[in-house]
């Protein structure tokens, strides 16, 4: 058995609830982390970013025009791809206020990189991925474990549904990462769809118009330069790829780990690190990741900056041994395993053959601990 099971199977058995020492161990490691020097601004770092953004768009779009229409441009559309991807976890720097100390300027780098040159809406990305980090993995309050394709839970897989996603459902495993190519457009989409919504949207003017000059600039621009045909293969190219990009990137992170219950309160640290998993690698996976393959460092101080997140895992993770708080890291071909087998058997009606450990006594869904 894992050894977080045990030890928190023990915590609630004894208490009836979270750890009651677990607000003190994170005081403890956030004087440590603080004292290190981890939640230091990198100014430098992130201006240069800043300022490379526009640069090399205008290159990519001078580029394309001077390509012109020629079936070579669908390279370019892998290239766009890379390029809006790489742009967005710059977008999903600042939206964590990991670039500024002032969160005006931070929610509007986060406007101007998310809506203006991405797509996506902040506000609606916000909304979404503040509720993800508040309750990882929890069900009933984690939007990124109830999606309406895939099932994460026998719950989800059970529910009533035509028979046709039924069987998609039940098939799942094999259909993830083929539906992430769908991803892009689903971003795109939603964005939109929120905004124009009747729920209140802070700077609902500024995100409609950035997202019109972004979408329909960009689609007027292919259309003017490609023909037809290719037009619609170079966005379906783009569209695909850089979803798939983004679910790659995101898909390690959490799924496939421990479910929390929503009748279950865990304190903050292990919260956060028992439902997380960190992807292990050199420097240029922190740069394919975007620095999410730290995702338990990142969730655990979601405003240290992008850089630091190297420096303090191995700091993180001898904290957590030290405090018996299981700090789960694997390779990203191993993480992807994982996720596969995880929602194969959620999809094909599989009681998971591990209890939750975050109860005692009582019958839990949860995935394996890795």
Not at 268 to 278: A, D, I, T
Request: net charge positive; charged share 15%; glycine share 8%.
């Amino acid at each position: 058995m894992n050894p977080d099971v045990a030890s928190i199977r023990k915590t609630h058995a004894r208490t009836g609830g979270p750890n009651p020492h677990g607000a003190s161990e994170f005081a403890d490691l956030a004087k440590i982390v603080k004292t290190a020097g981890l939640m230091r601004r990198r100014y430098g770092y992130y201006w240069t970013k800043l300022l490379c953004v526009p640069l090399v768009f205008a290159i990519a779009i001078l580029c394309f025009v001077w390509i012109g229409d020629t079936w070579w441009q669908m390279f370019t559309a892998v290239g766009f791809a890379v390029l809006f991807t790489q742009t967005a976890f710059l977008g999903h720097d600042a939206a964590h206020r990991q670039i500024f100390r002032s969160g005006r300027w931070n929610d509007w780098i986060s406007l101007i990189v998310g809506d203006l040159f991405i797509g996506m809406s902040y506000g609606w990305w916000q909304h979404k991925h503040v509720r993800h980090h508040a309750n990882p993995n929890r069900i009933g309050a984690d939007p990124d474990i109830d999606l309406p394709v895939v099932a994460f839970t026998p719950d989800q897989a059970n529910r009533p549904r035509p028979p046709l996603l039924r069987w998609l459902i039940a098939h799942q495993g094999a259909f993830f990462f083929p539906i992430l190519l769908l991803e892009g457009l689903s971003l795109h989409a939603s964005s939109v769809h929120r905004v124009f919504q009747r729920r209140h949207v802070d700077r609902r003017p500024v995100e409609i118009a950035f997202l019109a000059v972004r979408i329909l600039g960009f689609l007027a621009l292919v259309f003017l330069v490609l023909a037809p045909e290719k037009a619609a293969v170079f966005l379906a190219v783009e569209l695909g790829l850089f979803g798939f990009y983004m679910g790659m990137a995101f898909a390690p992170n959490h799924k496939g780990m421990p479910l929390v219950p929503a009748s279950v309160e865990l304190d903050f640290l292990r919260r956060q690190v028992l439902m997380s998993r960190n992807i292990r690698g050199n420097r240029f996976i922190d740069v394919l990741m975007g620095g999410l393959n730290y995702q338990i460092e990142h969730h655990l101080f979601p405003s240290m900056p992008r850089p630091h997140l190297r420096r303090a895992a191995p700091l993180i993770r001898a904290f957590c041994l030290d405090h018996t708080v299981t700090y789960t890291e694997t390779s990203l071909w191993h993480s992807y395993g994982i996720v596969l087998r995880y929602i194969n058997r959620v999809g094909l009606g599989e009681r998971d053959p591990f209890e939750c450990p975050l109860v005692a006594a009582r019958a839990s869904i949860g995935p394996p601990v890795t």
